[in-house]
């Protein structure tokens, strides 16, 4: 388990440099933009207002708060869990599809180690490389916040960020599952993008007709950025439900992989 584990980590090991820079270079820019936008962020204010009310919904756009870093941030941090989403996604269907994709599970399968034993390692590698991202990306940003803008309320950044964690699990155990009950897949790229915009859309036109079921059936708008500005802490219920879709992912790929016919060669 721990030869699976580290040759999985290693092969992610420039994909979650890649990623954590991107996700990090994005945050810094808002965060460069908020300091430079100073006294002009009641003019930028008034412009946000102005929009459609279609776009700040769609966009979780929160007008009243985006004079403080945290608002601000908050905004762009929906592109940044989009990317996250696409990075989990991604990473969740290829470590489980690859060796049906490569033609290797037929090597894999003669090692003496358990089919369970299999996937919970690319499991452990996925969560890994999920968490060194966010340990590069939170560290990068808050320090690019304190260096750049100095006094903000650091809790509720922090907050904001670390739902990008919660996100990726859920996206992951859900692409795990895809990857475990399709079998084959030609293209990951194309089975991450349309799965994750799907998702992103899903939970946009949920918060544009106000319908707050939506909100189940969408990981991206599991934490409402306006409740964690407004009381410093996560909705439990979603919590709950995030934790539950997780756990019942990883379940269900479990039982199905340790039984399905596996094409080799």
């Known amino acids: 388990m721990k ?14 440099i ?45 007008v009243d708060s985006v004079a403080t870093l945290e608002g601000f941030y908050s905004f762009v941090f929906s592109f940044v869990l989009l990317c996250g989403g696409i990075q989990a996604m991604n990473l969740g269907i290829a470590i489980v599809s690859k060796e049906v994709r490569d ?13 369970l034993g299999i996937l919970m390692s690319k499991l452990l590698a996925a969560f890994s490389a999920l968490l060194m991202t966010n340990m590069i990306y939170l560290g990068l940003t808050v320090f690019a916040a304190v260096a750049v803008v100095g006094a903000f309320n650091l809790k509720v950044f922090c907050l904001i960020s670390f739902t990008l964690f919660f996100v990726q699990l859920m996206l992951m155990a859900l692409g795990i599952m895809i990857a475990v009950l399709a079998g084959k897949i030609k293209s990951v790229i194309s089975v991450s993008l349309s799965t994750v915009f799907g998702f992103y859309v899903l939970g946009s036109l949920g918060s544009i007709l106000g319908e707050e079921k939506v909100r189940y059936f969408s990981p ?16 439990t219920r979603f919590v709950v439900t995030g934790m539950a879709v997780i756990i019942a992912a990883i379940a269900l790929s479990c039982l199905v992989y340790v039984k399905k016919d596996i094409h080799t060669v």
């Not at 990090?24 to 412009?47: H, M, N, P, Q, S």
Request: with cysteine.
């Open 3 to 16: 030869n699976i584990f580290r040759h999985e980590l290693k092969a992610y090991s420039k994909s979650i």
């Open 103 to 115: 033609k290797t599970a037929d090597f894999l399968m003669t090692k003496p180690i358990s089919r």
């Open 220 to 235: 991206f708008r599991y934490f409402d950025p306006v409740y964690i500005i407004g009381h410093a802490a996560y909705e």
């Open 18 to 62: 890649v990623w954590a820079c991107s996700m990090t270079l994005l945050a810094v820019l808002y965060i460069f933009l908020f300091k430079e936008l100073g006294r002009d962020i009641e003019e930028f204010k008034a412009f946000l207002s102005n929009m459609p009310e279609v776009l700040k919904k769609g966009f979780n756009i929160l």
